[in-house]
């Protein structure tokens, strides 16, 4: 088993930052692909930015290409989104994510994720 902790969401003016970050622990955990989610209210749960533990490749989606930047400290088998630029359509509950072991590659449906955090608030204001 894997499970997830979010920290790091909150309220910011259009044009700031915020750095989410997710704790992992389980066994399976280090060899897992992990993501970040979005969701907001009568809308599909969708896929924000991904990376493979091992080796660090990363991808966003195209809403957040340039603003976003994923990453992952193996020492302490966390995984970070460093989120720049906010627009107040970033404002949405934001999910970590991670792959059940075997399934390294960077996928984008939600049915791909195993495992799942409670969810970080992130609003913000124009």
């Known amino acids: 088993q894997v499970q997830l902790v979010e920290s790091g969401g909150g309220l910011v003016q259009a044009g700031g930052s915020l750095r989410l970050s997710c704790a992992a622990s389980?066994?399976?955990?280090?060899?897992?692909?992990m993501a970040w989610f979005r969701q907001t209210p009568g809308k599909e749960r969708e896929f924000v930015a991904g990376?493979?533990?091992?080796?660090?490749?990363?991808d966003y989606a195209d809403s957040v290409k340039g603003r976003f930047i994923m990453f992952r400290d193996m020492a302490k088998n966390t995984v970070a989104l460093q989120m720049n630029s906010l627009k107040p359509e970033d404002t949405a509950v934001y999910y970590c994510?991670?792959?059940?072991?075997?399934?390294?590659?960077?996928?984008?449906?939600?049915?791909?994720?195993?495992?799942w955090g409670q969810g970080t608030q992130v609003t913000v204001s124009s």
């Open positions: 994510a991670a792959k059940g072991e075997g399934y390294p590659i960077i996928t984008y449906a939600r049915q791909d994720y195993a495992y």
């Open positions: 389980g066994r399976t955990f280090i060899t897992n692909t």
């Open positions: 990376i493979r533990w091992t080796g660090g490749t990363t």
